[in-house]
């Protein structure tokens, strides 16, 4: 038996033994009284009893054993040219301070603070000093327009918002402050103080009876320590897309995601404490949270905050120069940057200019991993290159090759085998395990291991019936497909309504619920068809209501603006057909899934279940137009 498949089936057959090992790498005030309680089922708890700090273990433990003066941050903005170096001991400094000024606004344990910002080292400056006097931060990516984040806003109930005048863009400055003003005129939830990082590139009127500037916030502020804190209190909340509009807010707690985190560094990304490591994501997704700021941070390493794109900033070299520049040794993206890079300079002239020598291996996640761009980034750049699957709920990969403990082979397409806790089963309807290359749904058997969601905030009985009460015993992952006989998984679709674009996930019903409030709309249905950059965009199918005859041009533009202005430029929302009638069963279910296959060229049959089949010949005209189903792909004619 092979290392991995040792340390696997150890995982399943003694967890608590597992993971109580595991646990002596991080500080502890008290010890745990349990490593996993399970005596309230579906809801698991890791290290029960256990007290820590989650910024002590990031930050201050570094620094007194002898890391103080290595980076902690390096931060590299492609977008203004600076590079900014921050030790170990400097980051100590400022979130010490900034948790002081959160004190001093009122911020005690248990208090939500939502961190609105783009990719600057103040953004992860909050979040530490948040994790040091047990405040749960929430992030919002700062590609969502104001009604997302005043949703965020309403569910978390900040006591303060953390937000910055602008981010950057190639070739525009986004204003934040006017999204978070009109945000928080929607919300019905007020927070008391919004704490605004002004940037040089543009300056945000500040609200004097609300709003406070950052570097005057620091005004009379003390140096906050570290407060312990219970393993299962809550570390933070990170929304994410769920199946409706109203999107799920993921918990995460603070003992079993120390100790997760700091087991994958070395396990599966294969980085030693002092290297340098770069996760090219955002603040405001979970690979952001665990692999640009707790991950690298809690194993001593130093983390790359890159603020830029992988082309046009200011070319397809960008991320070879941070990797030359910056020694990373190992880098984390979304396979759609990669095909980013691709398109610019399929023969890697870039890469040739730079000294590559000490860059080790490329993770990619987010979405699918189409194997031509595996494949391509392999050849060109002479280092494994790991698809590995996870999602926001469970934190860090469920899915991996995990190059620290072995090297398996690589099978492009599939993000490889399961990780130590994961006990992955691909199930039918009627919840019977599927053989080797049969398509069904991806579960796992609860508990879930550390690290991974304990619940929804403020939603128990949301998280049972979204995750537990499919197949009772088993977490559903939303995500379908096989396994082959090796053992290896095979991520191919979701089940529910999320769509990857651009390895950001997105829910089609909430852009549905958009389409729909245009008062010309009847209904309408949004599916998410191939594509070659970005993985997914949204297409919408839109029915007009009767008697309406204005310019269709006209209402298409409207829609786009509508779900850019409500849900955010992020949802790359742009093609629209307007269609006479929805292809549906009889029942009145709406063919979604019929849809696609003929958008994207896909094999697929008539439902058997269809109210009018005619209507499929209008929506692949329609589908025609607009550059899809360019082939005809039904195979039961
Ligand atoms: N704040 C404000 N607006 C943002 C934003 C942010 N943090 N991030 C993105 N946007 C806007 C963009 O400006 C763009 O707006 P536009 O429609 O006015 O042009 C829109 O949201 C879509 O952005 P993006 O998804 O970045 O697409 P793009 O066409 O600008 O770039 C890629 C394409 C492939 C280069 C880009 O998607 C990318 O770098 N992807 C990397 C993958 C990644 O980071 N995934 C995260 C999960 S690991
Ligand atoms: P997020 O919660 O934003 O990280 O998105 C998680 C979803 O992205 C998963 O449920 C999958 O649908 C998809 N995903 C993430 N990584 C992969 C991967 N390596 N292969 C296939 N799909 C992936």
């Not at 009893?49 to 007194?64: I, K, M, P, Q």
Request: glycine share 8%; hydrophobic share 40%.
């Amino acid at each position: 038996m092979g290392r991995y498949a040792e340390i696997y089936r150890r995982s399943l057959e003694d967890p608590e033994g597992f993971w109580a090992e595991q646990a002596g790498k991080i500080d502890w005030e008290k010890r745990w009284d349990r490593v996993l309680d399970d005596s309230n089922p579906p809801f698991y708890r890791w290290f029960r009893g256990g007290v820590l700090n989650t910024c002590w273990n990031a930050v201050d433990r570094h620094v007194e054993r002898g890391r103080g003066d290595q980076p902690a941050l390096i931060y590299d903005s492609a977008m203004t040219g600076e590079i900014r170096r921050i030790t170990y001991r400097e980051l100590q400094r400022q979130v010490a301070l900034f948790a002081g000024v959160l004190k001093k606004y009122g911020v005690e344990k248990g208090d939500r603070v939502i961190i609105y910002m783009p990719m600057v080292p103040e953004a992860i400056v909050a979040m530490l000093a948040c994790a040091r006097i047990g405040a749960i931060h929430s992030v919002v990516f700062g590609g969502f327009a104001s009604s997302e984040l005043a949703t965020r806003i309403d569910d978390a109930k900040p006591k303060l918002v953390v937000s910055a005048s602008c981010g950057l863009e190639p070739g525009k400055v986004v204003a934040y402050k006017p999204l978070l003003d009109g945000a928080i005129a929607m919300a019905r939830h007020r927070p008391e103080r919004c704490i605004v990082l002004q940037r040089p590139q543009l300056r945000a009127e500040l609200d004097p009876a609300r709003d406070v500037e950052w570097h005057d916030a620091h005004e009379g502020a003390q140096p906050a320590d570290c407060v312990p804190v219970q393993a299962t209190d809550p570390l933070y909340i990170l929304y994410t897309s769920g199946t409706t509009g109203q999107p799920k807010g993921i918990v995460r707690d603070n003992g079993g995601h120390a100790v997760a985190l700091y087991w994958t560094m070395k396990n599966i990304y294969n980085v030693n404490p002092g290297e340098v490591y770069w996760a090219a994501s955002d603040i405001g997704w979970v690979v952001g949270h665990s692999y640009i700021v707790y991950g690298p941070l809690l194993h001593g390493n130093t983390t790359v905050v890159y603020e830029g794109k992988p082309v046009g900033t200011p070319d397809a070299g960008a991320f070879w120069r941070v990797i030359s520049q910056h020694d990373v040794r190992v880098l984390f993206t979304a396979p759609t940057a990669f095909r980013a890079i691709k398109r610019e300079d399929p023969n890697g002239e870039y890469m040739k200019k730079y000294d590559l020598s000490g860059f080790r291996a490329l993770f990619l996640a987010g979405e699918r991993c189409d194997p031509d761009t595996l494949l391509w980034a392999q050849e060109k750049l002479g280092v494994p290159v790991i698809d590995h699957w996870w999602q926001t709920e469970t934190g860090w990969a469920i899915c991996a090759n995990p190059l620290g403990i072995e090297t398996l082979p690589v099978k492009p397409g599939s993000p490889s085998v399961p990780m130590p806790g994961y006990d992955v089963r691909v199930f039918d309807e009627e919840g019977r395990e599927l053989p080797p290359k049969a398509l069904g749904a991806i579960v796992v058997r609860l508990p879930l291991p550390p690290g991974t969601l304990p619940t929804l905030w403020n939603a128990d009985e949301r998280f049972v019936q979204s995750y537990l009460s499919r197949y009772p015993g088993w977490y559903l992952t939303g995500d379908a497909g096989y396994r082959d006989e090796d053992g290896y998984l095979f991520i191919m679709t979701r089940i529910d309504d999320v769509i990857n674009v651009a390895g950001h996930r997105l829910s089609t019903g909430a852009m549905e619920e958009v389409i729909a409030a245009h008062p010309d709309v009847a209904e309408c249905a949004v599916i998410g068809v191939a594509d070659e950059l970005k993985g997914e965009l949204p297409l919408a199918f839109v029915v007009l209501k009767a008697g309406v005859t204005r310019d269709p041009e006209e209402i298409r533009r409207e829609l786009v603006q509508r779900v850019r202005e409500t849900i955010g430029p992020v949802a790359a929302f742009r093609l629209v057909a307007i269609v006479k009638r929805l292809p549906k069963t009889r029942s009145g279910k709406i063919l979604r899934g019929t849809m696609k296959k003929i958008a994207d060229s896909t094999p697929w049959k008539m439902p058997a279940t269809i109210d009018d089949p005619a209507i499929l010949d209008e929506i692949t005209e329609a589908l025609r137009e607009l550059g899809y189903a360019k082939t005809p792909s039904r195979v039961d004619a």
